[in-house]
């Protein structure tokens, strides 16, 4: 099952600094993943981005969420607005 989806994710900083351009991928329910590169090549800016802690410019991103309440299952999309 798809725990989290990118599609064209993307965040860029007043200015005109792109900190993540256009990243897509898929991870399935207990996969472990990380991100690798050079100091400011945008993982932190891509893992804040996973978590709400900044909104992207372009993209979004799905999550699963399992919910412990008679085990219901909701997908949260965050969209560019």
Known sequence: ?????TDNLSKTYTGGKKAVDNISFTLNQGEVFGFLGPNGAGKT????????MISPTG????????????????????PVS
């Not at 099952?1 to 989806?5: E, L, N, P, Q, R």
């Not at 993209?59 to 965050?78: D, P, Q, R, T």
């Open 59 to 78: 993209g979004h991103a799905v999550y699963l969420i399992w919910i412990h309440l008679k085990n219901l299952i909701k997908f949260i999309s965050f």
């Open 1 to 5: 099952m798809k725990a989290v989806i």
């Open 45 to 52: 800016t891509a893992v804040k981005l996973l978590n709400g």
